[in-house]
């Protein structure tokens, strides 16, 4: 098997004699074909191809392939956003009248899917701790859970989850772990290595990079066996008469059925495709991702090293750091480092905080992380400002806390504008 790095750069596409080297963008809506037989042959999913692009795209094939390969899977599809690889990932296997158990500490814009929107679905969440018990863990599954749920490290709280831990569970009740790999990467992490079962990616972030694309992507490991527990999983395991009495895990085996079942039940009614120009860019982006987490990784450690050692910050967190809560279990899961994201308190609660962040002259304030640019947010009052207090602290999510996602820039001059802007207030 070719290494991680090999793979960033050439994973998914190998061009044949006088193709073109670089991933070809197939702008194009539609797929001409000679008969209508061949292209009945599509629909009836009895011939591999394309026919409209809102279902399924060469290009996107391709990049989706590359990092179906980072990630060890067995199949992959790429979505619109991040987002909506979490709501396919879930939906794809859980419908009205089904229970989901998710870890509490996730981005905001996921819980809020899974605790406001799905739950008008019909779908029911319970959220525990990512530091819970085994006991308080299982308590959590019911006789209709069809998933459980969690990030590697979680946004923004950076909590890093034992996934041993939440897999074991969720093979004990006869449910597939879910795991949002955005932040760590498969540079630093493959969740499916540790027991998980399908892994999810907003690309818009360090995949891509370069604040270019936004995109996500969906990966099955192939691995779990629906026919197990058929009962659970009709969708997978019985005919769907909505497409020609198909049952998914008998045409493409446990490796190919939920990515199959995602792209011909929900891209086809959703069509939340990845446009084939940023998979494009996503594929560029890809090519050094394995370059760039290591200097995400060396810088975040710089700064947050500064930051523990600053008389006006109160707290930092940051899996790197010795004594950090996650340290022991970061590392085992990444041991070569996380990601280039570090929360921290300033002194002084949510005042000071966006006090500091309007004097801060390399970091910019965005709705965004995990770009080349170093960027900062005040979850609070942005990404996370439709929960209660309650809620963002079950989410790890404190009022006073700054995201700082830092960017490649030289890590001197990062320190140099945290010092001048924590002196300005």
Known sequence: MSRIETLCVQGGYTPKNGEPRQIPIIQSTTFKYDTSEDMGKLFDLEASGYFYTRLQNPTNDTVAARICALEGGSAAMLTSSGQAANFFAVFNIASAGDHVVACSAIYGGTYNLFAV??????IDFTFVSPDCTDEELNAAFRPNTKALFGETIANPALCVLDIEQFAKAAHAHGVPLIIDNTFATPVNCRPIEWGADIVTHSTT?????????????????????????????????TPDDSYHGITYTERFGLEGAFITKATAQLMRDFGSIQAPQNAFLLGLGLESLHVRMKRHCENGQAVAEFL??????????YCGLPGDKYYERAKKYLPNGSCGVVSFGVKGGRKAAEAFMKHLKVAAIETHVADARSCCLHPASATHRQMSDEELLAAGVSPDLVRLSVGLESKDDLIEDIAQALAAI
Request: hydrophobic share 35%; aromatic share 12%.
């Open 205 to 237: 972030k360090y995949m891509d990079g370069h604040g270019s694309a936004v995109g996500g992507a969906i990966v099955d490991s192939g691995k779990f066996d629906w026919n197990r527990y058929a009962d659970k999983f009709p969708g997978l395991t």
């Open 117 to 122: 929107t799905m739950k008008r679905m019909g």
């Open 308 to 317: 523990a050692g600053h008389d006006k910050i109160a707290w930092v967190s």
